[in-house]
């Protein structure tokens, strides 16, 4: 399985951004797909989940609101829709997959997001 990330960038505060994730490879038993973030220095966070069977969503807490996971009309692409950006949420973006059928998760190289104040 191979994910890549795109959509970072550089932004102001309060700008928005959209991260996609497109999954290839044995992706035909994908049990969740999530969005986790990073920053020099501290552990990897998790930020939001799609359950792939039912589309039920799940947020870090005091993210709720602001972003937001979808599914995209092409086979086995997230989003990450980002809202009101504020500078602690700068980092790098990793897309990530759990398989059912090999019972591994699998993670993207990550896209760089910046918010400037």
């Known amino acids: 399985v191979q994910l890549v990330e795109s959509g970072g960038g550089l932004v102001q505060a309060g700008d928005s951004l959209r991260l996609s994730c497109v999954a290839s490879g044995r992706t035909f038993s994908i049990h969740t797909m999530d969005w986790f973030r990073q920053v020099p220095g501290k552990e990897r966070e998790f930020v939001a989940r799609?359950?792939?069977?039912?589309?039920?969503?799940n947020y870090l807490d005091s993210l709720k609101g602001r972003f937001t996971i979808s599914r995209g009309n092409a086979k086995n692409t997230v989003y990450l829709q980002m809202n009101s950006l504020k500078v602690e949420d700068s980092g790098i973006y990793y897309c990530?997959?759990?398989?059912?059928?090999?019972?591994?998760?699998?993670w993207g190289q990550g896209t760089q997001v910046t918010v400037s104040s």
């Open positions: 990530s997959l759990y398989s059912a059928a090999t019972a591994t998760q699998y």
């Open positions: 799609m359950w792939w069977s039912d589309g039920n969503t």
